[in-house]
DNA sequence: ATGGTGGGATGCCCA
């Protein structure tokens, strides 16, 4: 979702509604010292938060039990503009929850092709990769979940019209891009979502601009990537278009894991 | 004409 603060009643009445054990979200938009923490612990749920200005920020919320909370991966990149000083941003954080380690994740943007946040994206992704990868390996039994925005639609069915982006030279559909989501599959890592949410036409985001939400004109960029033990869990999955409808709504839709006890 | 919508430390930046 985008800008927690201005979609407070929303969220609530989603968790309300969804019955969620679990809910990761990215682009809060808010430092911590603006997060509604009240809205989560009315509801019932232990929340954490990362935020430090207006951009970004990532939180989970669990009613399952939420430990070890680590902003930020290990070796995360920076970014910083020539003669800034470089940045980590708040775009990823970590808990365990009922012993699965939930990672929160806003992957950058990258912006365009040429902008010097592509290669930082980029690296960020391979970043992320390299951790997760580790994870697994120490303890092949393991329950990780990668979940959250990942700003890239890896195959051609998660837009709605892939010669406009080629022709257009977008990011999301890049080589690149691509080559750094599927780096996780290599790594072990299952999109636990797809098998039950088959395309084409099926979407989790859909831009405010040029009625992208009423023409079907969406992209598939959210997405949970499990390790090999978790995936063995699942049971199943879908994403929850009906949010995107309304006064109010994100623009990203809530995609939601089930697991077998 | 090409960000036309939406939210935020708003009169600009980010998606």
């Known amino acids: 979702m985008n800008s927690l603060r201005a979609r407070a009643d929303r969220v609530e009445a989603w968790l309300q509604r969804s019955d969620c054990d679990v809910l990761a979200i990215q682009e809060t938009k808010c430092k911590d010292d603006n997060f509604p923490w009240e809205l989560f612990e009315r509801m019932g749920y232990e929340v954490a938060h990362f935020g430090v200005n207006q951009w970004n920020g990532v939180a989970i919320a669990s009613r399952v ?12 990149p920076s970014f910083g503009k020539a003669g800034k000083d470089p940045v980590q941003e708040a775009r990823a954080m970590a808990a365990t929850c009922a012993g699965i380690r939930i990672w929160s994740l806003y992957v950058p943007n990258g ?12 690296k960020w992704l391979e970043s992320l990769k390299t951790h997760a990868q580790e994870l697994v390996t120490q303890d092949p039994q393991a329950q990780v979940a990668l979940m959250g ?25 890049s080589p690149p891009e691509r080559a750094a989501f599927h780096a996780f599959e290599s790594a072990g890592f299952t999109d636990v979502v797809r098998p039950y949410t088959p395309g084409p036409g099926v979407y989790t985001y859909w831009d405010y601009t040029q009625l992208r939400f009423p023409k079907k004109e969406g992209m598939r960029i959210d997405f949970v990537l ?36």
Do not use: C
């Open 149 to 173: 925005d990942w700003n890239i639609a890896p195959f051609d069915e998660d837009v709605w019209d892939i010669d406009l982006f080629i022709n257009n030279r977008s990011t999301h559909v």
């Open 226 to 261: 499990a390790s090999p033990a978790l995936a063995a869990r699942v049971t199943g999955a879908s994403i929850d278009r009906e949010e995107r409808k309304g006064k109010g709504a994100s623009d990203h839709a809530p995609v939601v894991v089930e697991l077998a006890d």
């Open 111 to 122: 912006r365009s092709l040429d902008d010097e946040h592509m290669p930082y994206k980029l």
């Open 65 to 76: 039990g939420l430990e070890d909370v680590e902003r930020t991966f290990l070796d995360q």
